[in-house]
């Protein structure tokens, strides 16, 4: 069964522009949440996806955006890069069956450099 | 708000040393604990959970119990291999069970 897969693996972008980053689930998995890692903040919750509407969402400005698709596959976009949005994004499925036991799988993650 | 106390790294242990990585935190309700593990270049894997209080998660000679009276889930394993070398991050879930709450990570380096 494949994994969680983020693309792309690295992006580099400049002040100002915008970019998207993908995420497909595990086959079968109804649940994808974004999570952004940084040397300085550590890992933070972004948002939270479940039957293409956003479930929960973190402390980020409104530049920070996702979506989920029908397939489940989820995007997540960041309008107006600045410096400090140079983070790895990291993208997590889940069955969300309700089980007490879920278990949440995570992809390698994306590389983001704004220059 | 909840939050997660991580002992500092980097550790840096000799193989067949004796590990402790601390975890402490703060929270409302019964949250579940989860130890997570990142390998270089990779994302994070689930190493272990506990979901209520004395229960003892354990996974690949790894071990951590849940304890509600000192509000800590610390890591150890009794003795690391050169493979164990990563970094590790104590979390926590106290209200949507895919929104984890992480500590700051520790970075472990076993030499041979």
């Known amino acids: 069964k494949a994994g969680v897969t983020q693309t792309p693996r690295y992006l580099i972008k400049t002040r100002g522009q915008q970019v998207t980053l993908s995420c497909s689930p595990i086959?079968?998995?109804?649940?994808v949440s974004w999570y952004q890692q940084t040397p300085g903040q550590g890992l933070q919750f972004l948002f939270e996806?479940?039957?293409?509407?956003?479930?929960n969402k973190g402390n980020f400005p409104g530049r920070f955006s996702g979506r989920q698709f029908s397939n489940s596959r989820s995007e997540m976009n960041v309008s107006t890069l600045e410096l400090g949005d140079s983070a790895l994004y990291l993208c997590a499925s889940s069955l969300a069956d309700g089980a007490t036991n879920e278990k949440l799988f995570f992809g390698s993650g994306t590389q983001l450099s704004v220059l | 708000g909840d939050s997660v106390t991580q002992m500092e790294g980097p550790v840096t242990l000799s193989e067949e040393a004796f590990l402790t990585i601390n975890c402490t935190y703060t929270?409302?309700?019964?949250?579940?604990l989860f130890w997570y593990v990142q390998y270089p270049g990779e994302g994070l894997q689930l190493l272990l959970k506990a979901t209520k209080a004395d229960d003892k998660g354990s996974n690949k000679g790894f071990e951590a119990t849940y304890r509600k009276e000192t509000t800590s889930f610390h890591l150890e394993k009794g003795s690391v291999q050169v493979s164990d070398s990563a970094v590790y991050f104590c979390?926590?879930?106290?209200?949507?069970?895919?929104?984890?709450?992480f500590g700051s990570g520790t970075q472990l380096t076993v030499l041979p």
């Open positions: 996806y479940f039957s293409e509407t956003q479930r």
């Open positions: 979390a926590l879930n106290s209200g949507s069970a895919r929104q984890l709450t």
């Open positions: 086959s079968g998995h109804r649940s």
């Open positions: 929270a409302t309700g019964y949250p579940s």
